[in-house]
Nanobody
């Protein structure tokens, strides 16, 4: 079964931190690149950070570089997005996604949104 299930969203004050989790089915974890995307109100979906396990490569969008960290725990079959110094413009629905590493690059996955599977999304709201 191919599944991505996000959790951890919520309401946070500006400057705060939040950790998102994505539970990933074993097949996806072993064979796919995993990434986090965000869709802010009225905007297109944006790739924030993507991870390729085989090369230990990571991609971060400029808008989150230095503030967000992507990681994975293979034993728990979970990919995380640790977010800090959150801003109101970080508000949106956050999606976990997967793309076969055999069909494109990490860069294309995150920059172009080339994805094979999406999670259902989790809402993050940054507001005082």
């Amino acid at each position: 079964q191919l599944q991505l299930v996000e959790s951890g969203g919520g309401l946070v004050q500006p400057g705060g931190s939040l950790n998102l989790s994505c539970a990933v089915s074993a097949f996806i974890l072993d064979n796919y690149m995993i990434g986090w995307f965000r869709q802010a109100p009225g905007k297109e979906r944006e790739g924030l950070s993507c991870l390729m396990e085989s090369t230990r490569s990571k991609y971060y969008a400029e808008s989150v570089k230095g503030r967000f960290t992507i990681s994975r725990d293979n034993a728990k079959r979970t990919v995380y997005l640790q977010m800090s110094s959150l801003k109101p413009e970080d508000t949106g629905v956050y999606y976990c996604a997967a793309k076969s590493a055999r069909t494109t690059s990490l860069h294309n996955m995150c920059l172009r949104g080339w994805v094979d599977y999406w999670g259902q999304g989790t809402q993050v709201t940054i507001s005082s």
